[in-house]
C-alpha cells in the first residue's frame, strides 16, 4: 500500500515556472523544489538569477531563463532552452506571468491592451501548446495556470486584465477537454486579493482596503505560501483525478 504522502512527491519530475520570480510564481518555485522536482524559471526580470542562485544554496535544483514572454519568439527559445535543461522532457508546467494596467475602460490605450493580452493569456495557450505536446509524447503530465478572482468577476478599470484572465479559465478547460484522456490533467488557481506588487495600490489605499476585507471573511490579505500546498497537489499524482478546474485561493471572497 502506497503511503499518501508519497503520492504529493515530486522528485525526478521537470517542471517549468513561467513567471518564476514574481511573488507568487517565487512561491510555487520553492514549493513544487522542495517537493523534488527540477524547475526550470522563466522571467522577464533580471532578479530570476538571483532567486534560482539563493534556491541553489537552499540545496533546491533550480535554473533560470530570462525571456520576454510578450514576444513569440522569445517564448520559443526560452522553451527550447528549457527542454535543454531538463533532458527533453517536461512533467509540470506553471504559467504564472501577468501584468496589471488600470486605466477607464473608454481610455484604455490599445498597446497597453494589446500587452496585457499578450503577457497573460498569449504566452500562456502557447507555453500550454508546446508543452502540450512534449508531454503527449511522453505520456501526459500537469499544466497548472494562474487565473484570478476576475475570471469570475469584471473588476473596475481593469478591462484587459479581467477578459485575459476570463480567457486564461476558459483556455484551461478546454484544453482539459482536449488533453484529459490523453494522460495531461490541466488545471487553474484563481488567487483572490494578494500582497503583491499588483496590488501595491489597493493595499495602500484604506478605504479600498476596508472595502476589500467586507467579502474577504478572513480579513487578511493573502499571500504566496498560500499557493505553496495546492501547487504541490495539482502538480503530483493526488491530483490524478481533478482536470479542468479553477480553483479559488481567496480567504472566502466568493463565498459572501
Do not use: H
Not at 64 to 87: G, M, Q, R, T
Amino acid at each position: 500500500m502506497q503511503n499518501i504522502l508519497e503520492k504529493f512527491s515530486l522528485q525526478g519530475k521537470k517542471a517549468i515556472v513561467v513567471g518564476g520570480a514574481g511573488d507568487l510564481g517565487k512561491a510555487m518555485v520553492e514549493a513544487i523544489s522542495q517537493a523534488g522536482a527540477q524547475t526550470v524559471v522563466i522571467d522577464y526580470d533580471d532578479r530570476v538569477f538571483e532567486m534560482c542562485e539563493n534556491f541553489k544554496k537552499d540545496g533546491l535544483n533550480v535554473s533560470a531563463i530570462k525571456a520576454d514572454v510578450s514576444k513569440l519568439e522569445e517564448i520559443k527559445a526560452s522553451y527550447s532552452k528549457s527542454l535543454d535543461i531538463l533532458n527533453g522532457t517536461v512533467d509540470i508546467l506553471i504559467n504564472s506571468a501577468g501584468i496589471q494596467r488600470r486605466y477607464p475602460s473608454e481610455d484604455f490605450p490599445e498597446e497597453e491592451w494589446s500587452k496585457v493580452i499578450a503577457i497573460n493569456l498569449d504566452a500562456t495557450f502557447y507555453y500550454c501548446k508546446y508543452a502540450g505536446n512534449t508531454m503527449l509524447e511522453n505520456g501526459g503530465g500537469k499544466i497548472i495556470n494562474i487565473a484570478s478572482l476576475m475570471s469570475f468577476l469584471g473588476g473596475i478599470t481593469i478591462p484587459a486584465y479581467a477578459a485575459s484572465k476570463g480567457g486564461v479559465s476558459q483556455l484551461t478547460k478546454a484544453l482539459s477537454n482536449d488533453w484529459a484522456a490523453k494522460g495531461i490533467c490541466v488545471n487553474g488557481i484563481a488567487p483572490g486579493y494578494m500582497d503583491t506588487q499588483l496590488n501595491v495600490g489597493i493595499i495602500n489605499d484604506k478605504k479600498r482596503t476596508d472595502e476589500v476585507f467586507m467579502r474577504v471573511p478572513m480579513k487578511r490579505w493573502g499571500n504566496g505560501d498560500d499557493l505553496k500546498g495546492l501547487t504541490v497537489f495539482l502538480a503530483s499524482s493526488a491530483s490524478d483525478y481533478i482536470t479542468g478546474t479553477i480553483i479559488p485561493v481567496d480567504g472566502g471572497y466568493l463565498g459572501r
